[in-house]
């Protein structure tokens, strides 16, 4: 089984990035912009290397 990659929503995107550049010190942002989803207005963050990565989002709705 291979995991391309993973959608998180996280309540802030650089205290989140922080920590997974601690955990996964080899990995890389491999790409970031802003989006609407549904109306609302996200940051998006891709963040891995050539072979699987997360995918970190803000904005969402509710606890996390």
Known sequence: MHLEHLNLVVSDLDET???YRAAFPHWRVR?????????????WLHFGDDY????FNDNGLGDN
Request: overall charge positive; cysteine-free; proline content about 0%.
């Open 52 to 55: 699987q990565y997360l995918t």
């Open 17 to 19: 990035l922080t920590f």
């Open 31 to 43: 790409g970031e912009g802003t989006q609407s989803w549904y109306g609302t207005k996200r940051r």
